[in-house]
């Protein structure tokens, strides 16, 4: 699976490893991504979602409803 999060659309950055004698070589930086289970009100089920910590802080911040709700909008499956 890629390192993608649902909620904020974080993907890996990608840029070019420096040794010290300067060869430069290809390298990616991960978002930091969690499987994580939430109960839906709306849904009446527990869905499992792939999100970055900062998608975390996110579902904390608007509320899982809200945040489900744009995801389905988008047409993501869940």
């Not at 420096?18 to 009446?44: C, E, F, K, M």
């Not at 996110?58 to 869940?78: F, H, M, Y």
Request: overall charge positive.
């Amino acid at each position: 699976m890629s390192a993608h999060c649902q909620v904020t659309g974080r993907a890996p950055g990608f840029g070019k490893r420096v040794s010290h004698s300067h060869v430069r070589t290809n390298r990616r930086w991960d978002p930091n991504i969690q499987r994580r289970r939430y109960y839906v009100p709306a849904l009446g089920r527990t869905v499992t979602l792939r999100v970055s910590t900062k998608g975390i802080k996110t579902i904390d911040r608007r509320g899982i409803d809200a945040v489900v709700a744009d995801i389905l909008s988008r047409g993501e499956k869940l």
